[in-house]
């Protein structure tokens, strides 16, 4: 049986850990964090089974897995094993003379009633972990999940914290230009940060079309749908990295919205937070700065990258969306630029980034597609432009 | 009806109303379905065979896996089997040819035109559909592409075209038996068809109420799926699987009844529990109707309805494993031989079976949270369906095509065939439970690393199966030119009254209806 | 074999069938809806003002309600609760409010869609008045305050301690669905 391969691969890979851990104890955790990864990269190459995962509901799921498996098997032993005495001993080749039978009321009612004894006890230790998985009573931290086309938002309520978490993995990688990375399609800019042993709350829900948020390793996989709220908890047993990606088909860029949550200690997980929630104070204080224009330019390049690249290409020439050079937005008034990407264009792809970028962003992204690729404008725009538009609109 | 033979030239084609000329129709067009579906697929696997974009962008990539999913679906399998039927159910219950057969011409000629207009959907601008075959609304809507439409009429002629088959079968074996074949005398395959006709009536317009509504809601202002105006693309789902579960069995079903009648043949041993495999396939049709939602476990429904639909969908396996222990005991001690359409009635029972396994195995709601949407759902509906449907069929065309065309097909050749597709299907779809299980969603163009190897395994069965299938062409076509003549009996004594007329069977049959005793 | 009358009657009534099967998929609408209330699927929560019979208050039990905000596609409004979260008790009258901002240079029409987590509660969340009752116009540039008020009934499950209202805001300026005009851009 193929399946059996993966249990001493995973005794293999926990068995390794510490070999890997002594030596490496005194170089930086960063380094051990990358090193462990990579040989767990490399025993998942022929991942065949469901990964246990790090909380007590995929344990629970992985066990339940396995179960209903074996069961499948033992019964598959019987009957296969059955049938293939019946195809060796009773061949015409080797002189089988036929019986006659056709109907037997015992048999017949006895392999109606077994099966559904078997089925009831597959019932019970299901329905169990069932009701376990929908308690969402009494959740440490709420984080709302939403799904964009083609992206996931998280926001912490109540902690003034929220953040896009967009694929980074470069169209180079995606195009065999260049080799790819270790974490090809599952990388994102900023990861859903957890801390660990505390009961968090996912409230999900969708912005445009239907998307589906899930993370193996958390065993946790719910439909995102706009207009309607699910919810889902988790408890993460150990820090680390876990890597997921959307699971309804959402549109053109469905396979590349990954989702990496980062559960760490909690005393980690507090300074993260307050490193974020400055950022965000940091943010606002920057809004009334002015920027250079190769600042903004830069700045401008990151934020085409992440958001833009995708529709219209990494050199601005299009593709699903239009050429943005020497277009008549992106050379024509500032103001009908800053409108239209702060509002989009209903109906079709371009969507309002008013409220998915900052100012600093949109103004930076602005001024970069308005000086880049020869359109050469030579103009640019301040965050605080952008927040005037946005007033006087 | 008189006794001359089919007319000359396209117009026997284009006016017949002959079960027979219609069923080889059926057949046929079927077959082309299946190639154009097939090459469908291929662009997917080719695409897969290794991480990143190659062939394909990400917008066309999902055109294919919806069409492939539609024709195979609505062009490949149901039409194959409305050809069996045609072909087989007049002959098998005696009666000179279907009820309606003014109808039967019709049902079968607005198929070509159907499946040109979903076809021509992929030169339009903007594409066609791009939301895989379940057509999920706000995506189906909302964010469709203006093919839609286009895609939506398709859908309704495909349903036209099925609810007047099925009115023609269920008419056909209600009122063209010969006399003295009461209904628990009616072969197997009769009576699956029987109940599938039933349920193709049940739900057929239930999808055609579905694209309706999505139609009104794309055109008209209407927000039947649309949260804004007080709709529900949750509702969408509930309505697509409320016709989408039986449908699943409407593939099934006449499959059953296929290897019901080949596996006693080869066994040369009558079916065992003919009774209850009646009973337990009108149980399954039953229990198709209270199942649906567990192909939304994951939309966020309440643990009441969790758990129910869990309990009822586990209980499909009690009527399905009767079915497979009355195969496997009709086998047990008779008198078996191998020829092609029994190595695949074999493989049907095997493979159907693992598929049935890993379908308990996404009953269990809480398990199916790590399996949904992932490969894990491919393979196992790829292991229901092409052993299921299609390896039942070829079952089907190498058991009766002696009978239809008169000359034995080549033994050697046609097993070729068999293990080629059976390696070939093995190849290409196991595999797809571990990349499942390991965490590969569906309907994904590219993919992370660590599921390149398997994948690349995949692709290359994929073409493997894929190019057998040219060869079923072939010794197809050499059989009807020429060959072995076959007996009228064509196997050694095999039930049914289909075997008691010429072989090739002769244009009219049954004009007097036969004595069943 | 049986007469031609008896196949006619028999494709009749498949016919019929059909027809009734047809008539089945626009009803499974209602009954979905119906199906909803009862058993409070997909969250859903009472769209008409709900008119409280007695004002007990159970004082004994705390229950948070948390609110939360959400744009749909296209939606550039600043949408916000003015309270996050709160703590009630069952049976009491509680009002608060949502803010919301037009920041287009249009005139712009909105609906807030509400939803409720865990959904097992939402047939326990009763809203005496909502501005998700009615649909939402503001002039360009125009802000409003929007009015809730809810109790949360007695009879909610134990095991509930804290409920999630969600609204989200969808833009409905151009009568809401989709119309023929936008597929053509796309």
């Given at each position: 049986m193929?399946f059996?391969?993966k249990r001493?691969?995973?005794?293999?890979?926990l068995?390794?850990?510490p070999?890997?851990?002594?030596p490496?104890?005194?170089?930086?955790?960063?380094?051990?964090?990358k090193s462990?990864?990579?040989v767990?990269g490399?025993?998942q190459?022929?991942g065949?089974?469901?990964?246990?995962g790090v909380?007590?509901?995929?344990?629970?799921?992985?066990?339940l897995?396995?179960l209903i498996?074996?069961?499948?098997?033992?019964?598959?032993v019987?009957?296969?094993?059955?049938?293939?005495y019946?195809?060796?001993?009773?061949?015409?080749?080797?002189?089988?003379?036929?019986s006659?039978?056709h109907e037997?009321?015992?048999?017949?009612?006895?392999?109606?009633?077994i099966?559904?004894i078997i089925?009831?006890?597959?019932a019970?230790?299901?329905?169990?972990?069932?009701i376990k998985?929908y308690?969402?009573?009494?959740?440490?931290i709420?984080?709302k999940v939403?799904?964009y086309q083609w992206?996931?938002?998280?926001e912490?309520l109540?902690?003034e914290?929220?953040?896009?978490?967009?694929l980074?993995?470069?169209q180079?990688e995606?195009y065999?230009r260049?080799?790819?990375g270790?974490?090809y399609?599952?990388?994102?800019?900023e990861p859903?940060?957890?801390p660990?042993n505390?009961?968090?709350?996912?409230l999900i829900?969708?912005?445009?079309?239907i998307?589906?948020?899930?993370?193996?390793?958390l065993a946790?996989k719910?439909?995102?749908i706009?207009?309607?709220?699910?919810?889902?908890?988790t408890?993460?047993?150990e820090?680390g990295?876990y890597?997921?990606q959307?699971?309804e088909l959402?549109?053109k860029?469905?396979g590349?919205m990954?989702?990496v949550?980062?559960?760490?200690?909690e005393?980690d997980?507090?300074?993260w937070?307050?490193?974020?929630?400055v950022?965000a104070?940091e943010?606002?204080?920057?809004?009334?700065?002015?920027?250079s224009?190769?600042d903004?330019?830069a700045?401008?390049?990151?934020v085409y990258?992440?958001?833009?690249?995708?529709?219209?290409?990494p050199?601005?020439a299009g593709?699903?969306?239009?050429s943005?050079?020497?277009?008549?937005i992106?050379?024509?008034p500032m103001?009908?630029h800053?409108?239209?990407?702060i509002?989009?264009?209903q109906?079709?792809?371009?969507?309002?980034?008013?409220?998915?970028l900052?100012?600093i962003?949109m103004a930076a992204?602005i001024?970069?597609k308005?000086n880049?690729?020869?359109?050469?404008m030579?103009?640019?725009l301040?965050?605080?432009d952008?927040?005037?538009?946005?007033?006087?609109l | 009806?008189?006794?001359?033979?089919?007319?000359?030239?396209?117009?026997r084609?284009?006016?017949t109303?002959?079960?027979?000329d219609?069923?080889?129709m059926?057949?046929?067009f079927?077959f082309?379905?299946f190639l154009?579906g097939g090459?469908?697929a291929?662009?997917i696997?080719?695409?897969?065979f290794q991480?990143?974009?190659?062939?394909?962008e990400?917008e066309?990539?999902?055109q294919?896996?919806?069409?492939h999913?539609l024709v195979?679906v609505?062009?490949a399998v149901?039409?194959?089997?409305v050809?069996?039927?045609n072909?087989?159910?007049?002959?098998?219950v005696?009666?000179?040819d279907m009820?309606?057969?003014?109808m039967n011409?019709?049902?079968?000629?607005?198929?070509?035109f159907?499946?040109?207009l979903l076809?021509?959907?992929?030169?339009?601008?903007?594409?066609?559909?791009?939301?895989?075959?379940?057509?999920?609304a706000?995506?189906?809507?909302?964010?469709?592409?203006p093919?839609?439409?286009?895609?939506?009429?398709a859908?309704?002629?495909?349903?036209?075209?099925s609810?007047?088959?099925?009115i023609?079968?269920?008419?056909?074996i209600?009122?063209m038996r010969?006399p003295?074949?009461?209904l628990?005398?009616m072969?197997l395959?009769v009576?699956?068809?029987l109940?599938?006709a039933?349920?193709l009536?049940?739900?057929?317009?239930?999808?055609?109420?579905?694209?309706?509504?999505?139609l009104m809601d794309?055109?008209?202002g209407?927000?039947?799926?649309n949260?804004?105006?007080g709709?529900d693309p949750?509702?969408f789902?509930h309505v697509?699987?409320?016709?989408?579960?039986?449908e699943?069995?409407?593939?099934i079903?006449?499959?059953?009844?296929i290897?019901?009648?080949?596996i006693p043949?080869?066994?040369?041993k009558?079916?065992?529990?003919?009774?209850?495999?009646?009973?337990a396939t009108a149980s399954i049709?039953f229990?198709?109707?209270?199942?649906?939602?567990?192909h939304m476990?994951t939309?966020?429904?309440?643990i009441?309805?969790?758990?129910?639909?869990?309990y009822?969908?586990?209980l499909?396996a009690v009527?399905t494993?009767?079915?497979?222990f009355?195969?496997i005991?009709?086998?047990?001690?008779g008198?078996?031989?191998?020829?092609?359409?029994m190595?695949?009635s074999?493989?049907?029972?095997?493979?159907?079976?693992?598929?049935?396994?890993?379908g308990?195995?996404?009953?269990i709601a809480?398990a199916?949270f790590q399996?949904?949407?992932?490969?894990?759902v491919v393979a196992?509906f790829?292991y229901?369906l092409?052993?299921g449907?299609?390896?039942?069929?070829?079952a089907?065309?190498?058991?009766w095509?002696p009978?239809?065309c008169g000359?034995?097909?080549?033994?050697?050749?046609?097993?070729?065939?068999?293990w080629?597709?059976?390696v070939?299907?093995?190849?290409t779809f196991?595999?797809?439970?571990f990349?499942?299980?390991?965490?590969?969603?569906?309907?994904?163009?590219?993919?992370?690393?660590q599921?390149?190897d398997?994948?690349?395994?995949?692709?290359m069965?994929?073409?493997?199966?894929?190019f057998s299938q040219?060869?079923?062409l072939?010794?197809?076509?050499?059989t009807?030119?020429?060959?072995?003549?076959?007996?009228d009996?064509?196997?050694?004594?095999?039930?049914g009254?289909?075997?008691?007329i010429?072989s090739?069977a002769?244009y009219?049959?049954f004009?007097?209806?036969p004595a069943?005793? | 074999?049986?007469?031609?009358?008896?196949?006619?009657s028999i494709?009749?009534r498949l016919?019929?069938?059909?027809?009734g099967?047809f008539?089945?998929?626009f009803?499974?609408?209602?009954?979905y809806d119906?199906?909803?209330d009862i058993t409070?699927l997909?969250?859903k929560?009472?769209?008409?003002a709900f008119?409280p019979l007695?004002?007990l208050?159970?004082?004994?039990r705390e229950?948070t309600?948390?609110?939360?905000?959400?744009?749909?596609d296209?939606m550039?409004w600043?949408?916000?609760?003015q309270?996050?979260?709160?703590k009630v008790h069952?049976?009491?009258e509680i009002?608060?409010?949502?803010y919301?901002?037009n920041?287009?240079?249009k005139?712009?029409?909105?609906?807030?869609?509400?939803?409720?987590?865990p959904s097992?509660?939402a047939s326990?969340?009763?809203?005496?008045?909502c501005?998700c009752?009615?649909?939402q116009q503001l002039a360009a540039?125009?802000?409003i305050?929007m009015?809730l008020?809810?109790i949360?009934d007695?009879?909610?499950?134990?095991n509930v301690?804290?409920?999630?209202?969600?609204?989200?805001?969808?833009?409905?300026?151009?009568g809401?669905a989709?119309?023929?005009?936008?597929?053509?851009i796309?």
């Amino acid at each position: 049986m193929l399946f059996f391969s993966k249990r001493p691969t995973v005794k293999s890979l926990l068995s390794v850990k510490p070999f890997v851990v002594f030596p490496l104890l005194a170089l930086s955790s960063q380094a051990f964090a990358k090193s462990s990864e990579v040989v767990a990269g490399e025993a998942q190459r022929w991942g065949m089974n469901m990964p246990q995962g790090v909380t007590a509901t995929s344990h629970e799921i992985y066990d339940l897995h396995m179960l209903i498996f074996m069961i499948c098997v033992w019964i598959g032993v019987v009957v296969f094993g059955v049938m293939f005495y019946s195809m060796i001993m009773h061949r015409k080749s080797a002189g089988a003379v036929p019986s006659k039978f056709h109907e037997s009321t015992l048999v017949e009612l006895a392999w109606t009633i077994i099966p559904a004894i078997i089925l009831v006890a597959m019932a019970v230790p299901a329905t169990s972990t069932l009701i376990k998985i929908y308690d969402t009573s009494d959740a440490d931290i709420d984080i709302k999940v939403v799904g964009y086309q083609w992206k996931w938002q998280y926001e912490y309520l109540g902690e003034e914290v929220s953040f896009f978490s967009n694929l980074t993995t470069p169209q180079d990688e995606i195009y065999g230009r260049v080799p790819k990375g270790e974490h090809y399609l599952l990388e994102v800019d900023e990861p859903v940060v957890i801390p660990i042993n505390k009961k968090v709350r996912f409230l999900i829900t969708a912005n445009d079309v239907i998307h589906a948020w899930w993370v193996p390793a958390l065993a946790v996989k719910r439909d995102a749908i706009p207009g309607y709220i699910n919810d889902v908890w988790t408890i993460v047993d150990e820090p680390g990295i876990y890597r997921g990606q959307c699971a309804e088909l959402c549109g053109k860029a469905h396979g590349f919205m990954p989702i990496v949550v980062h559960a760490m200690e909690e005393v980690d997980y507090q300074q993260w937070l307050d490193t974020k929630k400055v950022e965000a104070e940091e943010l606002k204080l920057a809004m009334s700065q002015s920027f250079s224009m190769d600042d903004l330019y830069a700045r401008g390049e990151k934020v085409y990258q992440t958001n833009c690249v995708a529709c219209h290409g990494p050199a601005g020439a299009g593709g699903v969306g239009p050429s943005l050079i020497g277009s008549s937005i992106t050379t024509g008034p500032m103001n009908g630029h800053l409108s239209l990407m702060i509002n989009g264009v209903q109906g079709s792809a371009m969507q309002a980034f008013g409220e998915q970028l900052n100012n600093i962003d949109m103004a930076a992204v602005i001024t970069y597609k308005r000086n880049a690729w020869g359109n050469n404008m030579g103009d640019m725009l301040q965050p605080v432009d952008v927040l005037n538009h946005k007033r006087s609109l | 009806m008189g006794d001359h033979g089919p007319a000359q030239g396209f117009g026997r084609w284009l006016f017949t109303t002959n079960h027979k000329d219609i069923g080889s129709m059926y057949l046929w067009f079927s077959f082309a379905m299946f190639l154009m579906g097939g090459v469908f697929a291929l662009v997917i696997r080719a695409e897969l065979f290794q991480p990143g974009l190659q062939l394909v962008e990400p917008e066309f990539f999902n055109q294919m896996t919806t069409m492939h999913g539609l024709v195979m679906v609505f062009g490949a399998v149901m039409p194959a089997f409305v050809g069996l039927a045609n072909w087989l159910i007049p002959m098998m219950v005696g009666a000179p040819d279907m009820a309606l057969p003014r109808m039967n011409n019709w049902s079968f000629w607005i198929l070509p035109f159907a499946f040109a207009l979903l076809t021509s959907t992929l030169f339009m601008e903007g594409g066609g559909p791009n939301f895989g075959w379940t057509f999920y609304a706000p995506l189906s809507t909302t964010y469709a592409p203006p093919s839609v439409t286009y895609f939506i009429f398709a859908v309704h002629i495909m349903g036209a075209s099925s609810i007047m088959g099925s009115i023609n079968i269920i008419a056909t074996i209600l009122n063209m038996r010969a006399p003295g074949m009461t209904l628990m005398k009616m072969p197997l395959f009769v009576w699956t068809w029987l109940i599938t006709a039933y349920l193709l009536i049940a739900v057929m317009p239930v999808l055609a109420g579905c694209v309706t509504m999505m139609l009104m809601d794309i055109h008209f202002g209407t927000s039947f799926f649309n949260a804004a105006g007080g709709g529900d693309p949750v509702l969408f789902q509930h309505v697509f699987w409320f016709f989408g579960h039986p449908e699943v069995y409407i593939m099934i079903l006449p499959a059953f009844g296929i290897v019901s009648a080949i596996i006693p043949t080869f066994a040369r041993k009558p079916l065992f529990g003919y009774a209850s495999m009646v009973y337990a396939t009108a149980s399954i049709a039953f229990l198709s109707f209270i199942v649906w939602a567990h192909h939304m476990f994951t939309v966020g429904m309440p643990i009441a309805g969790e758990l129910f639909f869990m309990y009822a969908t586990m209980l499909i396996a009690v009527p399905t494993g009767v079915k497979v222990f009355n195969w496997i005991t009709t086998m047990f001690r008779g008198s078996m031989s191998f020829e092609t359409p029994m190595l695949f009635s074999i493989a049907f029972v095997i493979l159907f079976t693992i598929g049935g396994f890993s379908g308990l195995m996404l009953a269990i709601a809480p398990a199916d949270f790590q399996y949904h949407d992932t490969y894990f759902v491919v393979a196992h509906f790829h292991y229901v369906l092409v052993p299921g449907a299609i390896f039942s069929i070829f079952a089907a065309v190498y058991y009766w095509l002696p009978k239809w065309c008169g000359n034995m097909y080549d033994e050697r050749l046609g097993k070729a065939h068999f293990w080629l597709s059976f390696v070939g299907l093995n190849v290409t779809f196991f595999p797809m439970h571990f990349v499942g299980l390991a965490g590969m969603p569906r309907r994904i163009p590219d993919y992370a690393l660590q599921f390149a190897d398997f994948n690349q395994i995949a692709s290359m069965g994929a073409f493997l199966f894929g190019f057998s299938q040219v060869f079923f062409l072939f010794i197809v076509i050499k059989t009807i030119r020429g060959g072995k003549q076959a007996t009228d009996e064509v196997w050694e004594s095999p039930e049914g009254l289909e075997w008691t007329i010429p072989s090739p069977a002769p244009y009219h049959t049954f004009t007097t209806p036969p004595a069943v005793k | 074999m049986k007469s031609s009358a008896s196949i006619k009657s028999i494709v009749i009534r498949l016919l019929l069938v059909t027809v009734g099967m047809f008539g089945f998929g626009f009803a499974l609408v209602p009954l979905y809806d119906m199906f909803c209330d009862i058993t409070g699927l997909n969250g859903k929560t009472n769209a008409e003002a709900f008119i409280p019979l007695a004002d007990l208050i159970d004082t004994s039990r705390e229950v948070t309600v948390q609110f939360v905000a959400t744009n749909n596609d296209y939606m550039p409004w600043e949408f916000k609760p003015q309270v996050f979260k709160m703590k009630v008790h069952p049976g009491e009258e509680i009002e608060t409010t949502f803010y919301a901002k037009n920041p287009s240079s249009k005139a712009m029409m909105a609906q807030a869609i509400p939803s409720v987590s865990p959904s097992r509660a939402a047939s326990y969340f009763l809203k005496t008045e909502c501005f998700c009752f009615n649909q939402q116009q503001l002039a360009a540039g125009e802000a409003i305050d929007m009015p809730l008020k809810f109790i949360v009934d007695r009879d909610l499950p134990g095991n509930v301690s804290t409920i999630t209202l969600s609204y989200t805001l969808f833009d409905i300026t151009n009568g809401g669905a989709i119309t023929g005009d936008s597929l053509a851009i796309r």
